[in-house]
């Protein structure tokens, strides 16, 4: 709602619904392969579920975000979206993504925080240790679900195990499937400018876990 009439405070909640997790499905490469967006994974074959994903990057781009009172074309935010996609699992580079669009800082930070607050993907935020080395203070970027990332990366899905960005795909399915067993905590990554690394660091309930993602 662009002006609602009243405040809402305390008298509404919020629930994240994400696509399926491994925990629901029976297929779990083909939940990789797919996502998790129920008709994407129940598509009767691997070409309609393409086709559906498609056509909701498609409709997303061109009247979901203009719905949501977003004014950018949907062009751009299709060139900046597939560009983010190349970025998936890395540290993420504002200047550098601003430089390819002619476009400033400022207007990528803001179409980069929409396509985050649409939770069609993640800045997992640097956590930082007093610890004496050059630590990463950029956010590393995920496409939150990995049948859209296949898309975005024009990877027919099977393909994806055969591509060199199998273990980024591979590390954010897993993100977000640790991240949904928690109910609540706050999520970061670490890693320091001679490449030591934790690929997820999880605070909850005052302690904190670490996740070392990399596929095989």
């Not at 405040?7 to 629901?24: F, H, K, Q």
């Not at 008709?39 to 559906?52: M, P, Q, T």
């Not at 890395?90 to 803001?110: F, G, M, P, T, W």
């Not at 930082?128 to 679900?145: A, F, N, S, T, W």
Request: hydrophobic share 45%.
């Amino acid at each position: 709602m662009n002006k609602p009439t009243q405040s809402l405070a305390g008298r509404i909640g919020y629930i994240e619904l994400t696509p399926l997790l491994i925990s629901e499905v029976q297929n779990t490469k083909l939940v990789f392969t797919r996502g998790g967006f129920p008709r994407s994974y129940l598509a009767s074959s691997d070409a309609k579920s393409l086709k559906w994903r498609t056509m909701f990057v498609k409709t997303f781009l061109e009247r979901d975000l203009a719905a949501l009172g977003i004014n950018a074309t949907p062009e751009l935010m299709r060139r900046l979206w597939m560009m983010l996609a190349h970025y998936h699992g890395n540290i993420l580079s504002y200047s550098e993504i601003a430089n390819s669009l002619q476009l400033s800082d400022s207007a990528v930070r803001k179409y980069v925080d929409i396509l985050s607050y649409c939770f069609m993907i993640r800045l997992l935020q640097p956590w930082h240790e007093d610890i004496g080395k050059r630590q990463v203070k950029m956010p590393k970027l995920y496409i939150r679900d990995c049948g859209l990332l296949h898309v975005l990366l024009m990877v027919q899905d099977n393909m994806i195990l055969n591509h060199p960005k199998l273990g980024a795909a591979w590390e954010g399915f897993a993100l977000e499937q640790i991240i949904s067993t928690y109910e609540y905590g706050a999520f970061y990554f670490w890693a320091t400018h001679n490449q030591a690394e934790m690929d997820l660091v999880v605070i909850c309930n005052g302690h904190s876990a670490g996740y070392d993602l990399r596929c095989g």
